[in-house]
């Protein structure tokens, strides 16, 4: 893991390489955009935390005051507890040795809600609730499309789950993610995707409370369809957490624009192979991690899409291939290499934000474009939580 850059830098040519750089403007923007659609469509937006895992950043989405939050670590829901937030879902499938440190969070008055699939998890939820003397708020997951975890609407154990939590007093609502539509391009398709992941919840809501159990949340959430979604009818809660940041792959669904990626990794240049068409630099998948998210979209975008320091795109040139401290930069189609000189400092747009995010200890923060030809002023240095 990259050490953080230290708070003296001034601008982005100052400190050593490679370093993560979050734009705090776009940040603002993108935060912007998702909470008007959620106030519009008349739910609560709780955010994933687990991409940016910084409450720096998670301070931007509400006005500075700790919000409703999503995480996907009970690490990551002890240290924003820590930060003052009181309402969170710890949004994995709960396994039972994990259990007495959601009691110890719900023991501080966080609001600490836990994810299951099985009757299994259940019974371990509702036994460690009676044994602690207190109700342990759990979410059974649903299964909209297939992609992972959870219990389709219609399956006889849906009602078993919930009449075992109901009778420990732990049954909080049910949740769904619609991870499929991480390959769904175009509105059309996110619209359908975001209407199949409200069905779904609804559906399984509805049949539980037709089984005389209460449902209070349904949550539903994908950073494509949040911002698909035009009718979250029975829906009390919408979850995204890439959107702060967005990235290459959401930029290749089109859910956003290039303009909207507001996480880099700054590298230099620090050689050239000519004879194979490489420049080499010294961010390789320490600094950017190996997720390959486009490769299955029609833009492969390799390790990630180049730009200069100011953050305009390098036309075709593109990270195509990395070693644990090494980045090969090569054109689209074999065009002749760009004059980048030995020392040339870049900065690289990541296909999987949370991914690369998860490279480093924290950011180095811009808050908008530089003049051409001018290193970015540095602003702030945001931190991300650590630890189990």
Not at 64 to 87: I, K, N, Q, R, W
């Amino acid at each position: 893991m990259n050490t953080h850059p230290r708070a003296a830098a001034r601008t982005l040519a100052d400190p050593d390489t490679p370093f993560a750089v979050v734009d705090r403007h776009k940040v603002l923007r993108n935060a912007a955009r998702l909470a008007a659609r959620a106030e519009r469509l008349g739910v609560t937006l709780r955010p994933h935390v687990k991409t940016a895992k910084s409450l720096d950043v998670a301070a931007l989405l509400h006005g500075g005051a700790p919000c409703p939050v999503t995480v996907s670590t009970l690490a990551e829901a002890e240290a924003f507890a820590d930060g003052g937030y009181t309402d969170i879902t710890y949004a994995v499938g709960i396994a039972p040795h994990k259990l007495p440190r959601v009691v110890d969070l719900l023991r501080r008055g966080v609001v600490l809600r836990v994810l299951l699939d099985s009757p299994e998890q259940a019974e371990a939820v509702a036994e460690a609730a009676r044994a602690a003397g207190t109700a342990i708020p759990a979410q059974i997951e649903i299964d909209c499309d297939g992609h992972r975890g959870g219990l389709r609407p219609g399956d006889p154990a849906l009602v078993t789950v919930g009449r075992i939590l109901h009778e420990a007093a732990c049954l909080d609502g049910v949740l769904t993610h619609a991870g499929e539509s991480y390959f769904a391009y175009g509105a059309e398709a996110q619209r359908a995707a975001a209407d199949a992941e409200r069905d779904a919840a609804v559906a399984a809501a509805d049949r539980l409370r037709a089984a005389g159990l209460p449902v209070d949340v349904v949550s539903v959430g994908s950073t494509p369809t949040a911002h698909a979604a035009e009718d979250l009818g029975g829906v009390t809660e919408l979850r995204a957490g890439n959107y702060v940041f967005f990235d290459l792959v959401m930029a290749g669904l089109g859910v956003c624009d290039l303009d909207d990626l507001a996480l880099s990794v700054v590298v230099t240049v620090i050689g050239h192979r000519p004879e194979h068409g490489w420049i080499m630099t010294d961010g390789g998948w320490m600094a950017m991690s190996r997720d390959r998210g486009t490769a299955a979209q029609p833009l492969d975008q390799g390790y990630g899409l180049v730009t200069d320091l100011a953050g305009t795109p390098i036309p075709d040139l593109v990270m195509t291939a990395a070693s644990q401290e090494h980045g090969t930069l090569t054109t689209r189609d074999g065009a002749p290499l760009p004059d980048l000189p030995l020392g040339t400092r870049l900065r690289v747009l990541p296909n999987h934000a949370c991914a690369t995010a998860a490279q480093h200890r924290g950011y180095l923060v811009v808050d908008g474009p530089s003049a051409a030809g001018e290193a970015s002023a540095v602003v702030d240095e945001w931190h991300r939580v650590t630890g189990w």
